[in-house]
């Protein structure tokens, strides 16, 4: 069974940094499928973030977060990162990656994708 697993949350003041890391069994290769990170803060509707396409991987980013967010890829340790700089209060909750299983960013309706992480929680707070 295919499955993704998220690391990298924590506690980090407005204006700091972390990344996010999506991994996934060897079985499963991350690098031929589109993986999309979403987030779901407490009370709200899981919402989109942004994507990474197949590998090489072209990006694409909600507004809210362009210029701060960075995704890519690891192709040998098969993971995708989210890195997130100058994290304001806004941006927490629960981070989870996603596939649809296929090799494009297809958008960020949450019915469509496949296979989920268990999620990581990104607090920001001062």
């Known amino acids: 069974q295919v499955q993704l697993v998220e690391s990298g949350g924590g506690l980090v003041q407005p204006g700091g940094s972390l990344r996010l890391s999506c991994a996934a069994s060897?079985?499963?290769?991350?690098?031929?499928?589109?993986i999309t990170w979403f987030r779901q803060a407490p009370g709200e509707e899981r919402e989109g973030v942004g994507c990474?396409?197949?590998?090489?991987?072209?990006?694409e980013y909600i507004d809210s977060v362009k210029g701060r967010f960075t995704i890519s890829r690891d192709s040998v340790r098969n993971t995708v990162y989210l890195q997130m700089d100058n994290l304001k209060p806004e941006d927490a909750g629960v981070y989870y990656c996603?596939?649809?299983?296929?090799?494009?960013?297809?958008?960020?309706?949450?019915?469509?994708?496949?296979?989920w992480g268990q999620g990581t929680l990104v607090t920001v707070s001062s």
């Open positions: 996603a596939t649809d299983l296929l090799d494009y960013c297809s958008g960020y309706d949450v019915n469509t994708m496949d296979v």
């Open positions: 990474i396409s197949k590998s090489p991987g072209t990006t």
């Open positions: 060897s079985e499963f290769i991350l690098d031929w499928y589109a």
